[in-house]
């Protein structure tokens, strides 16, 4: 998802202490990073580590905290955190070698390695780096070059419009010029093909033109590809809507979903909304969204509440309303999940909201918690410096 990411990671920090942006490292295993990379068409970057490596502590620290650093992973890439000494990561490394920490692992969708490195990066390395592996992963110039050359070959448009939409740019031009000179052979399994795989908007014709044709496209792949594109489309029609402030296109997205894949229409519309609200600045309707999908999707889930008390925090640090619920939400994160991470959350939003003493209580929680696990303290030291000398 080429814009949406960008629109999600706008910068709105509270003056009263900086709110820790950066990379939104994937919760799910090596397998459902995979699969949600091949739904995305987005690569995988993995940072395979171990707890007691120096230079992997730092770049945690430093690098992927990044508010740089964080729009641009979480825009192009599915980003994972794994620790290669314990069983899930030695799985991991019995496919992709680690011989040294950390090992940053660039690899496609089909599990590809793009880029395998050894060694920590400084915030510009790690940019560039991430460029490479993007570059790497793009074919679409060689395809460029032969369909400006003159090749109308219909596979290999299909797969210059397979490589333009991987690399998140735009395929339509090309697909409606391919598919405006097979008037009358639409339904051809070939075509049925090129235009499952040229539905990349929901709001354009060539979506319309795979609804239509939906049942003859799945006799010829899948349901599952057929509901995968679907939700691409949407999602692409939702980026569009952020990029460009347009609230029809987030109506017509959320539309096309519940018309089109409602098991999932429901939840879409909710982080649809969330989204974009969020990027426009509109509080009310943002918090409207938050309580919709914490009421029917997130429920007691403590780390996705932990999350979304955080992007509250960040991105209506101001908005009364917005913070009142951010601090109901913080405060059901720390109950369920009892993590110091989940307390300074609570902490600071309770800061934010001008709630000096219960602050302070709720940080020397968390630094309580984050001693007896062993875990960095010096965010929530500082933390407590900031409450004390307020």
């Known amino acids: 998802m080429r814009a949406i990411f960008a629109a999600l990671l706008l910068s709105i920090f509270c003056q009263s202490m900086a709110v820790a942006g950066g990379i939104e490292f994937f919760q799910g295993s090596w397998e459902e990073a995979l699969e949600k990379a091949r739904k995305e068409e987005k690569p995988v970057f993995v940072d395979a580590y171990a707890e007691w490596c120096g230079p992997c502590k730092r770049m945690a620290r430093t690098v992927f905290t990044n508010e740089v650093v964080g729009e641009f992973y979480n825009k192009y890439f599915i980003n994972l955190k794994i620790d290669i000494e314990k069983a899930p990561g030695q799985q991991f490394a019995a496919k992709y070698p680690v011989t040294a920490f950390p090992t940053l692992y660039y690899i496609n969708s089909e599990g590809k390695v793009l880029i395998n490195t050894k060694g920590a990066r400084n915030v510009d390395q790690f940019i560039e780096l991430g460029r490479k592996a993007l570059d790497k992963g793009d074919n679409s110039a060689k395809y460029a070059k032969a369909y400006e050359e003159g090749n109308r070959e219909p596979e290999l448009i299909y797969k210059y419009v397979k490589s333009l939409n991987k690399a998140s740019k735009s395929s339509l031009k090309v697909a409606n010029e391919y598919l405006m000179t097979q008037k009358g052979q639409l339904d051809t399994e070939f075509n049925l093909k090129f235009i499952l795989e040229a539905a990349s908007e929901a709001d354009s ?7 239509e044709r939906k049942d003859r496209i799945i006799a010829v792949t899948s349901k599952e590809k057929v509901s995968a594109r679907i939700e691409r489309a949407c999602n692409r029609t939702l980026e569009k809507a952020i990029e460009f402030e347009t609230e029809d296109l987030l109506t017509e997205a959320k539309n096309k979903m519940k018309a089109n894949y409602p098991e999932k229409a429901g939840r879409f519309a909710l982080e649809a909304d969330l989204a974009y609200y969020k990027a426009v600045g509109n509080g ?20 996705r509440l932990n999350k979304m008390a955080k992007d509250m925090l960040k991105h209506f640090p101001k908005d009364g309303k917005v913070m009142a619920n951010a601090e ?24 934010n909201n001008g709630k000096k003493s219960a602050a302070l209580d709720t940080a020397r929680k968390s630094l309580e918690l984050a001693k007896n696990r062993r875990v960095q303290t010096g965010g929530i030291e500082e933390l407590i410096r900031k409450i004390e000398n307020s």
């Open 205 to 211: 014709r060539i979506f319309n033109m795979m609804i």
């Open 328 to 351: 109901k939400i913080a405060r059901k994160a720390s109950e369920n999940g009892g993590l110091s991470s989940y307390y300074y959350t609570y902490a600071s939003i309770l800061f």
């Open 284 to 303: 009310k309707k943002y918090l409207k969204a938050v309580q919709g999908l914490v009421k029917k999707e997130i429920k007691n889930d403590a780390t």
